[in-house]
């Protein structure tokens, strides 16, 4: 047996002496990214040998989770108040505006919805919404329905997620027959009919910023000015995501 273990330790440490251990960057991420990001994380992996620790949320979530010490290096947000939040707080060492996206009212195919006034007057089941204090789509969503003043009418069917991909599936699944969920969302599936972009003058913009949050690695930092380039930015463009910010 004493053999065998020497064997064993011997292996380990060959092991460890012919080459090091896989780098790892921690990303966060908004939960409507998860389907552009999983295509460049494979990329990145495949090319730079390094592990991307991938945490897809509420970007209200998120935050808190960062607030409570959680290991993160990259934070893409689906709102710009969560990022200035943590930006005030110190905890964010660089940040920059990286995607802009629409809002879509969504509903299953069934349904004779063609504008978001006929929400007042077609009989539905269930609006499905992000929870407005920690999902920005739910935020965005209100600040739709106030504008039109249909928020205290339609507030009885509002139906919660967790996050913009919950919304989404809830409407997939017919928990709820209508939904406001991002574009890039609606275009994720072939389960619902998109309905009508909000206008967007009714609702802040829709920005995602990207920050490097606390002491970050190199291997971070290359990550956070590799996913500003032409290839990754390619990807989230073929996701419907729009680049960069527009300015008046």
Known sequence: MKKVWIIIAASMLKACASGEETEQVHV?????????????EEIYEEEEHVELIMNYGSSGQLRQQIVQGAPVDVFISAAESDMEMLVDRGEVSETTSLLRNRLQLISTLEMEIADWSDLMTVDFQGLAVGHPESVPAGKYAAQVLENMNLHTELED??????DVRQVLTYVETGNADVGIVYQTDALSTEDVQSVALAPEDFHEPIVYPI??????SERAEHFYDWVQTDEPLHIFESYGFEI?????
């Open 28 to 40: 966060m991420a908004a939960a409507s990214l998860s389907d552009a990001l999983g295509d460049i």
């Open 244 to 248: 960069g910010v527009q300015h008046d």
């Open 211 to 216: 920050g490097l949050i606390g002491d970050v």
């Open 157 to 162: 069917q509002f139906v919660y997620g967790q």
